[in-house]
Nanobody, 125 residues
Framework: QLQLAESGGGLVQPGGSLRLSCAAS????????IGWFRQAPGKEREGIAC????????YIADSVKGRFAIATDNAKNTVYLQMNSLKPEDTGIYYC??????????????????WGQGTQVTVSS
């Protein structure tokens, strides 16, 4: 059974860093695109990053470019979202999701099939 599990969220001060993990089980990452999404209170879910191993591509949204990076550890079947220089507006629930044979373009939620449960990120002093 295909499952995704996020971890690594928490409370951090502005300017701080967090690394989120998305551990995949039941499937191999090399046939999927993995996207990271976030949802702030009262706002729509926003796709912010995507990686496609089979396609050899990555995508980072303009809203986080230069501060966030996406990477994989194939041996651990895990995708990471490194978040630096965090701002209060980065606060939200962060989700990862999978898209079989997807490419790393701007992630649209409707294109992703399986989702993790989310991890809360709070940026506050």
């Amino acid at each position: 059974q295909l499952q995704l599990a996020e971890s690594g969220g928490g409370l951090v001060q502005p300017g701080g860093s967090l690394r989120l993990s998305c551990a995949a089980s039941g499937f191999s990452l090399d046939r999927y695109a993995i996207g990271w999404f976030r949802q702030a209170p009262g706002k729509e879910r926003e796709g912010i990053a995507c990686i496609s191993i089979w396609h050899g591509s990555t995508y980072i949204a303009d809203s986080v470019k230069g501060r966030f990076a996406i990477a994989t550890d194939n041996a651990k079947n895990t995708v990471y979202l490194q978040m630096n220089s965090l701002k209060p507006e980065d606060t939200g629930i962060y989700y990862c999701a999978s898209n079989r044979w997807g490419e790393a373009t701007m992630p649209l939620a409707g294109n992703f099939d399986s989702w993790g449960q989310g991890t809360q990120v709070t940026v506050s002093s």
